[in-house]
């Protein structure tokens, strides 16, 4: 299974970065704090794409009845902190599935008139909350991932040093990887396809049910 998720992710990432195509799939990120969520897409994502066409949107801007001006020119939509709402209603959950899936979203400035823009980014949904999302029976837009241990865990336990060094390397290693990427050779079809994981199932029932059931 390691294998299969781990193949997914390098389809989806090479796909976005080689056809800057739309995936109307998204990748979920969830775990601790400190667990290199914000790592995964600033050493990779933004590097690849810079700063500049990478846009890290709050849920409190997505709550908002106004458009955040950062999806304008974006390439990435990193989604942060997101926690999942379940009422009936829930206007976040309504935007994210039209920013993941659709082509064009509306674009709402305060005091100007709305219009619609071309969706041309991709979307990364982090998240701390045991809930992030709500993901019903019928989903297939979200590939969830749960992060597992720290950073400070993975680089004492598996590289025997400390999380600067850990991360340092990384850097050094970073731009190969990119070449290397937009070199695989994978199957095209597979990151539009979601993968049913195991974290995926969890959520399917904690929207079921309305129960923080996520577990480790």
């Not at 001006?69 to 390439?75: N, P, R, T």
Request: hydrophobic letters at 40%; proline letters at 2%; one cysteine or more.
């Amino acid at each position: 299974e390691a294998d299969e998720r781990l193949l997914w992710v390098l389809a989806w990432m090479a796909k976005s970065f080689v056809n800057y195509d739309k995936r109307r799939t998204a990748i979920v990120i969830h775990g601790a704090e400190g667990t290199g969520k914000d790592t995964f897409v600033n050493l990779f994502f933004k590097r690849y794409f810079s700063e500049k066409f990478c846009s890290v949107v709050s849920n409190e801007e997505l709550k908002s009845n106004f458009t955040s001006q950062k999806l304008a020119s974006c390439l990435l939509c990193q989604m942060n902190e997101i926690k999942g709402d379940f009422r009936d209603g829930n206007t976040v959950f309504d935007k994210i599935k039209t920013l993941i899936t659709e082509r064009e979203f509306k674009y709402e400035l305060k005091g100007q008139n709305s219009l619609y823009l071309p969706c041309y980014f991709n979307v990364i949904i982090c998240s701390n909350d045991t809930k992030p999302i709500q993901v019903s029976d019928t989903a297939r837009r979200y590939s969830v991932f749960y992060s597992g241990k720290s950073l400070k865990a993975l680089a004492q336990e598996k590289f025997s040093c400390d999380t600067a060094q850990f991360l340092e390397n990384l850097e050094k290693e970073a731009d190969n990887f990119l070449v290397d990427l937009v070199c695989f050779n994978y199957d095209v079809a597979k990151p539009d396809i979601c993968l049913n994981t195991r974290e995926v199932g969890i959520l399917k029932e904690a929207t079921n049910t309305k129960m923080p059931i996520f577990a480790d």
